[in-house]
């Protein structure tokens, strides 16, 4: 199934790296609705299909592919942060996303990566590491998204799009704490367009 790399990672081959992809996405969606704590391996292999076997050759452990999740909702975060960034009312576009998003599920789950922080972010260095890496990027992605703005003078004086996308990354995360605490998207919402109305007159 699969052949070593120069750096001695196993290189899967493409059938490999569809069953490991389907195993990631799996526990992904499992984590997300149980937690960490909830969801074991043997839930994951259910649900993902495979053999004993399999799921032990690509994730030898539960920490593995936890590890393999934080990077698949990362990854996911951030390309859905991109494509929607990326046009001409880009802005306009993640807002009316996240707040589709949080309208369609009332939050039920959180962010998929911040709910992870607070389950993993105390006990577990490593997870830590990659869930902050994770916050990174999508800052980055943000704020790579608001630099049209500013270079059309559209940001208040004095704002730089990288504390602007620090700013809304904090706010997203805690009004999605908030809405789902509350099992409605209204906190999310009022924190995000107040601030975007205060920001750049969103």
């Given at each position: 199934?699969?052949?070593?790399?120069?750096?001695?990672?196993?290189?899967?081959?493409?059938?490999?790296?569809?069953v490991r992809a389907r195993i990631v996405e799996e526990a992904a969606a499992l984590i997300h609705e149980r937690g960490v704590a909830a969801t074991?391996?043997?839930?994951?292999?259910?649900?993902?299909?495979?053999?004993?076997?399999?799921?032990?050759?690509?994730f030898p452990d539960k920490r593995d592919l936890v590890q393999a999740v934080i990077d698949y909702q990362a990854e996911g975060i951030v390309s859905?942060?991109?494509?929607?960034?990326?046009?001409?009312?880009?802005?306009?576009?993640?807002?009316?996303?996240?707040?589709?998003?949080?309208?369609?599920?009332?939050?039920?789950?959180?962010?998929?990566?911040?709910?992870?922080?607070?389950?993993?972010?105390?006990?577990?260095?490593?997870?830590?590491?990659?869930?902050?890496?994770?916050?990174?990027?999508?800052?980055?992605?943000?704020?790579?998204?608001?630099?049209?703005?500013?270079?059309?003078?559209?940001?208040?004086?004095?704002?730089?799009?990288?504390?602007?996308?620090?700013?809304?990354?904090?706010?997203?995360?805690?009004?999605?704490?908030?809405?789902?605490?509350?099992?409605?998207?209204?906190?999310?919402?009022?924190?995000?367009?107040?601030?975007?109305?205060?920001?750049?007159?969103?």
């Amino acid at each position: 199934m699969v052949n070593e790399t120069s750096g001695g990672r196993p290189k899967l081959t493409a059938k490999g790296a569809r069953v490991r992809a389907r195993i990631v996405e799996e526990a992904a969606a499992l984590i997300h609705e149980r937690g960490v704590a909830a969801t074991t391996l043997e839930d994951v292999k259910v649900a993902a299909d495979v053999s004993g076997s399999q799921m032990y050759h690509y994730f030898p452990d539960k920490r593995d592919l936890v590890q393999a999740v934080i990077d698949y909702q990362a990854e996911g975060i951030v390309s859905r942060n991109r494509r929607a960034l990326s046009g001409a009312n880009g802005v306009e576009t993640w807002q009316t996303m996240v707040l589709t998003a949080a309208k369609r599920t009332k939050a039920k789950g959180g962010c998929a990566l911040g709910s992870l922080a607070g389950q993993l972010a105390e006990s577990d260095p490593e997870a830590r590491t990659l869930i902050a890496a994770g916050f990174d990027q999508w800052a980055v992605a943000i704020a790579d998204g608001l630099r049209s703005l500013h270079a059309d003078g559209k940001l208040p004086a004095g704002v730089e799009p990288d504390d602007l996308a620090i700013t809304l990354l904090a706010t997203l995360e805690g009004g999605l704490l908030l809405s789902q605490v509350y099992q409605e998207s209204r906190p999310l919402e009022t924190a995000i367009n107040t601030l975007l109305a205060f920001a750049i007159g969103g």
